[in-house]
């Protein structure tokens, strides 16, 4: 019953953030954005995997770094940046702020 309780809290919106960033980094044409993206991406799949959760500090760096990268690229790869960014902003919206 545990184990149930703990899929069923699993952040859906990081999960699809995460697959959405890990699709972004295969379309990218720059090898320093890949690596920003892949950064994101890993960072998303332990929270989305572990023990740990992001506080709102913490989402709202990653949400500035998304942000940022999406300045600096278009195209598909932009398209599953926003798609990411929008998930992960629901996700931010729905963490309680001490």
């Not at 600096?72 to 931010?92: K, N, P, Q």
């Amino acid at each position: 019953m545990g184990a149930v309780v703990i899929l069923a809290f699993m952040p859906e919106q990081l999960k699809s953030a995460r697959d959405d960033l890990e699709q972004a980094e295969k379309t990218a044409d720059d090898d320093e954005v890949r690596e920003d993206i892949r950064e994101t991406a890993d960072a998303f799949a332990d929270y989305v995997h572990g023990d740990h959760e992001p506080d709102h500090a913490i989402m709202d760096q990653h949400l500035n770094d998304l942000r940022q990268l999406s300045e600096r690229i278009d195209g598909d790869t932009e398209d599953r940046l926003e798609s990411a960014l929008e998930s992960a902003e629901e996700y931010r919206e729905g963490i309680d702020q001490a």
